[in-house]
């Protein structure tokens, strides 16, 4: 297991964000528009799928009480709750043992027989920006609108990475559609904008979302919140990470429940 502790794997993280933000500060001040090609989305009589695999928390009638997700640091097992931006409710989240967070928007865990800290991870970053290009995103973050299928075509549209077709999935009461994402595999990304791929961002001057390694893979699971669109995401850095811890971070994504707005 390292040794790393949660205040240095926050600053090993910090201190590969810092270059993103300063170049991306050079493009697109103004802002970018995005209108990607049409990428078809599934029909309405496709099946659509039930996303969460895991059995429904219950209600409750205020004796419950749910933390909200540490900003940092190794966090023990429980449920959490994370606010959604724009939303009027938070979701919540449940993970095992052995996870961290950071800046209440990532989780991440290790593999005892994998170099990387973050061997697998759940991602709960705000996509309001997409790259047009993820390797020379630089000055291309393009603001695609708060519509679930707008953040789809601009990702299946995306050059140097690809997307597989969308699925219709129901997370509890609302829909959305979930995809497969992941580097080209023509792509050198020590030629990419700060040696790296970026897929999304929460603004148009950093990069809060990307890849580091050619191998990496993500789910993207993009949810319609009565017309606020919410993104989470799970992936692994590359497919030498043990299967089990993968299959363990599909059910933390898979835990997330959406809470529903009580109209009086």
């Not at 047009?132 to 603001?143: E, H, K, N, S």
């Not at 929460?202 to 606020?228: A, I, K, M, P």
Request: hydrophobic share 40%; proline share 8%; charged share 20%.
């Amino acid at each position: 297991m390292s040794s790393i502790t949660p205040l240095e794997k926050a600053a090993q993280w910090t201190r590969h964000l810092l270059p993103l933000v300063v170049v991306a500060l050079i493009g697109c001040l103004g802002g970018c528009q995005y209108e990607p090609d049409n990428v078809p989305l599934p029909s309405t009589s496709s099946p659509t799928t039930e996303a969460r695999t895991a059995p429904p928390l219950p209600d409750g009638s205020g004796t419950r009480t749910v933390p909200p997700l540490p900003e940092s640091g190794d966090i023990d097992a429980g449920t959490y709750l994370v606010p959604v931006a724009g939303y009027t409710e938070p979701f919540e989240i449940t993970v095992p043992d052995g996870w961290f967070a950071l800046d209440s928007k990532s989780l991440g865990k290790g593999d005892p027989d994998h170099p990387a800290e973050w061997a697998v991870y759940v991602t709960l970053w705000p996509a309001n920006y997409v790259s047009m290009d993820a390797c020379a995103w630089m000055g291309a973050l393009a603001d695609v609108g708060p519509s679930v299928e707008a953040f789809i075509r601009a990702m299946a549209a995306q050059s140097s990475t690809a997307s597989s077709p969308p699925a219709k999935v129901m997370v509890g009461n609302y829909s959305g559609f979930e995809f497969d994402h992941s580097v080209e595999g023509d792509v050198d990304i020590n030629a990419c904008g700060a040696d790296r791929l970026c897929v999304y961002s929460e603004n148009r001057f950093t990069c809060t979302h990307g890849y580091s390694t050619r191998g990496e893979r993500v789910t993207y699971r993009v949810v319609d919140l009565n017309g606020q669109r919410a993104v989470v995401a799970v992936g692994h850095i590359d497919e030498s990470v043990n299967p089990e811890l993968m299959r363990e971070a599909r059910v933390v994504l898979d835990s997330i429940v959406f809470k529903s707005v009580q109209l009086m």
